[in-house]
Nanobody, 127 residues
Framework: VQLQASGGGMVQTGGSLRLSCATS????????VAWFRQAPGKEREPVSC????????YYTASTKGRFTISSDNEKKTFYLEGHWLSPDDTAVYYCAADPRHLFCYSERWIQYKYKEWGRGTQVTVSS
């Protein structure tokens, strides 16, 4: 299993980002995939997940409404769009995958430890 995140960079406050995560080595429809982020000096936190089979999506209280997760099953790639960004969104963003459907099935998805991880991509929001 491989996951490769890309699309990070510098963004101004109020701006937008679009990250991509290219995957390989597994059948996309049998997995759930997600984005996490880790800000300097902080714990890694969940951002959003999407189920590969039915497209169900979940967010957290802090990301709902500003971030959108989506996927292109044919390309085996999933995306994260963020809008109205602030310096608090500065972090390394990671994509992850897991074969357990439960890991993106309810709001409790934020509790689960995903099995497969890609290298992160840095997003810096300047004030």
């Amino acid at each position: 299993v491989q996951l490769q995140a890309s699309g990070g960079g510098m963004v101004q406050t109020g701006g937008s980002l679009r990250l991509s995560c290219a995957t390989s080595g597994f059948k996309f429809e049998n997995y759930v995939v997600a984005w996490f982020r880790q800000a300097p000096g902080k714990e890694r936190e969940p951002v959003s997940c999407i189920s590969g089979d039915d497209g169900a999506t979940y967010y957290t209280a802090s990301t709902k409404g500003r971030f959108t997760i989506s996927s292109d099953n044919e390309k085996k790639t999933f995306y994260l769009e963020g809008h109205w960004l602030s310096p608090d969104d500065t972090a390394v963003y990671y994509c992850a995958a897991d074969p357990r459907h439960l890991f993106c099935y309810s709001e409790r998805w934020i509790q689960y430890k995903y099995k497969e991880w890609g290298r992160g991509t840095q997003v810096t929001v300047s004030s």
